[in-house]
T-cell receptor, first 114, second 115 residues
Framework: AQSVAQPEDQVNVAEGNPLTVKCTYSVSGNPYLFWYVQYPNRGLQFLLK??????LVKGSYGFEAEFNKSQTSFHLKKPSALVSDSALYFC????????????FGTGTRLKVLA | EAGVAQSPRYKIIEKRQSVAFWCNPI?????LYWYQQILGQGPKLLIQFQNNGVVDDSQLPKDRFSAERLKGVDSTLKIQPAKLEDSAVYLCASSLGLDTTDTQYFGPGTRLTVL
């Protein structure tokens, strides 16, 4: 079965420092991976996705993610964190074995400290 | 381009009452999803439609939850009767289709409180 894991419930980082939010996956076949962000009282917003090609994927708001096949990871990164980046981040994988549904991780709360 | 629309944004009901949520996907999107997101957790897929057909409803509690997408555009999710544990945010999302590269876009959600 396809799954994603987000090992950290919360990540704290100082404003201006680089940030990393971790995600590992388990799939049979090619992975199709996504990152979403959720602000309070809002739906999920798409940040970026990995389908194929370059292992470094660039997305919205200055975020990027690094796909690492050997480590089965898809970590979200940003070179310089902003206080406004504080939110809940979800990693997701698309199930390619049948219905193509999305399977979400449990989420990581990012807190950027001024 | 208009996003996914949902209404109402908030709903408070008492247990054993019924409630309905409405979703209008992005124009041209064939696939529509309903998720339940309990506080502090990731979204859990309840039902997935492709046009007006059900693709996956394996996690839908069918004794109390129902959903339809009669004309293959907007959709309604109903709970009858509601239980306390149904308190959650109900998210609707849509994508162009079932291609693995398609991106899913979410509406703002409906926050349900069952008292």
């Amino acid at each position: 079965a396809q799954s994603v894991a987000q090992p950290e419930d919360q990540v704290n980082v100082a404003e201006g420092n680089p940030l990393t939010v971790k995600c590992t996956y388990s799939v049979s076949g090619n992975p199709y991976l996504f990152w979403y962000v959720q602000y309070p009282n809002r739906g999920l917003q798409f940040l970026l996705k990995y389908i194929t090609g370059d292992n470094l994927v660039k997305g919205s708001y200055g975020f990027e993610a690094e796909f690492n096949k050997s480590q089965t990871s898809f970590h979200l990164k940003k070179p310089s964190a902003l206080v406004s980046d504080s939110a809940l981040y979800f990693c997701a994988v698309r199930d390619t074995s049948g219905t193509y549904k999305y399977i979400f991780g449990t989420g990581t709360r990012l807190k950027v400290l001024a | 381009e208009a996003g996914v629309a949902q209404s109402p944004r908030y709903k408070i009901i008492e247990k054993r009452q019924s409630v309905a949520f409405w979703c209008n996907p992005i124009s041209g999107h064939a696939t529509l999803y309903w998720y339940q997101q309990i506080l502090g957790q990731g979204p859990k897929l309840l039902i997935q439609f492709q046009n007006n057909g059900v693709v996956d409803d394996s996690q839908l509690p069918k004794d109390r939850f129902s959903a339809e997408r009669l004309k293959g555009v907007d959709s309604t999710l109903k709970i009858q009767p509601a239980k306390l544990e149904d308190s959650a945010v109900y998210l609707c999302a849509s994508s162009l289709g079932l291609d693995t590269t398609d991106t899913q876009y979410f509406g703002p959600g409906t926050r349900l409180t069952v008292l």
